[in-house]
């Protein structure tokens, strides 16, 4: 038995655009993000697949990314799951400001380990910053303490596998056709946890936007082969 399941990260965003760090702030996809996620679409509907449930993150250029893909498919029943667990990486105080600008102000070596190192945290957001998630009504059913002001990408994996676990791994072991439709960071944290990435390697792990990733699954679902839908229009 092979099980197929796919990642696509959301269309660009405006502040993807703005080379910005995004993590929770909720920004709108760009006109070549809407496109892009129209793309991957098209690809992956030329290309045979089809989907009974899509799990998605609470941040609005994902749920506008699955819904694209959604019309684009013809997919009017399918099951859609949101969860902050799917949720963008969170990047603190770093949130908003410009990566280049930062490199420059703190360093580059510094703001290269928060970005792509395995463990490395942002400076996290004060308790009262108007940015805590905790004055977002989308995670009043969370005890605010559970809710991050900031993430390495370990944490992030700390806070998908539970969800990974209870909801996304038993739908397709009933054989579901799962679409998981996140973001950059929260699937580098899948693919680090899929293919057993050694933290050394974390760095090298790279999603660009709007590229559908195939992962072929065995029963213990394992990868046996991974590839991207790059070509296909």
């Not at 080379?19 to 892009?36: A, I, K, S, Y």
């Amino acid at each position: 038995m092979i099980y197929t399941l796919v990642l696509l990260r959301h269309g660009q965003s405006i502040w993807n655009r703005e080379n910005r760090f995004t993590g929770w702030t909720d920004v709108p996809l760009t006109e070549l993000g809407v496109q892009e996620a129209r793309n991957a679409a098209r690809r992956m509907r030329n290309a045979g697949f089809s989907f009974d449930q899509a799990f998605t993150s609470v941040l609005r250029r994902a749920v506008d990314s699955l819904c694209i893909v959604q019309e684009e498919m013809d997919l009017p029943d399918l099951l859609i799951a949101q969860t902050w667990a799917l949720n963008e990486r969170h990047y603190g105080c770093l949130q908003g400001l410009n990566k280049a600008e930062t490199a420059r102000r703190l360093g580059q070596d510094r703001v290269m380990h928060w970005r792509r190192s395995y463990t490395g945290r942002p400076p996290a957001l004060e308790w009262d910053d108007h940015r805590h998630p905790r004055f977002d009504s989308r995670y009043s059913h969370l005890p605010p303490e559970q809710l991050p002001r900031s993430e390495s990408l370990k944490d992030t994996v700390d806070r998908l596998l539970p969800f990974w676990n209870s909801d996304i791994a038993p739908a397709i072991r009933n054989g579901c056709r799962a679409l998981i439709l996140a973001h950059g960071n929260s699937l580098r944290a899948l693919i680090k946890f899929l293919e057993d990435v050694p933290e050394a390697d974390v760095p090298a792990i790279q999603v660009p936007t709007g590229v559908p990733l195939i992962y072929e699954l065995n029963l213990d679902l394992r990868p046996i082969r991974r590839y991207d839908l790059i070509n296909s229009s």
